[in-house]
């Protein structure tokens, strides 16, 4: 059964870290491209980043960038979304997608986990 398991978020002070982990099963991550977005209540969902099949390239929203990395280990069939500097606007539920196509649109993602809550709070 494909399944994606994100895990790692919780409860944050402004300015602290966490790292987000997204665990495939059931599938070779190898072939596809990973996606994090994130949706905040009464937001519509948003991506954040993504990295492609090959880790060559990867891609951050402005909101983000600078403060968030994101890096997959095949082998342990995980990708990863280090957050750094978090603000309080970074408090959302984030969800990992995988797809075919290299960072591409939302839609084009086949698979998603079930999310994992970030708040950035004090």
């Known amino acids: 059964q ?8 919780g409860l944050v002070q402004p300015g602290g870290s966490l790292r987000l982990s997204c665990a495939a099963s059931g599938f070779t ?23 492609s099949s090959s880790s060559g390239f990867t891609n951050y929203a402005d909101s983000v960038k600078g403060r968030f990395t994101i890096s997959r280990d095949n082998a342990e069939k995980t990708v990863y979304l280090q957050m750094n500097s978090l603000k309080p606007e970074d408090t959302a539920v984030y969800y990992c ?20 809550q970030v708040t950035v709070s004090s």
């Open 29 to 51: 991550l190898d072939y596809y491209a990973i996606g994090w977005f994130r949706q905040a209540p009464g937001k519509e969902r948003e991506g954040v980043s993504c990295i």
């Open 97 to 116: 997608a995988a797809g075919r196509v290299d960072c591409g649109l939302e839609y084009e993602y086949n698979y998603w986990g079930q999310g994992t």
């Open 2 to 9: 494909l399944q994606l398991v994100e895990s790692g978020g």
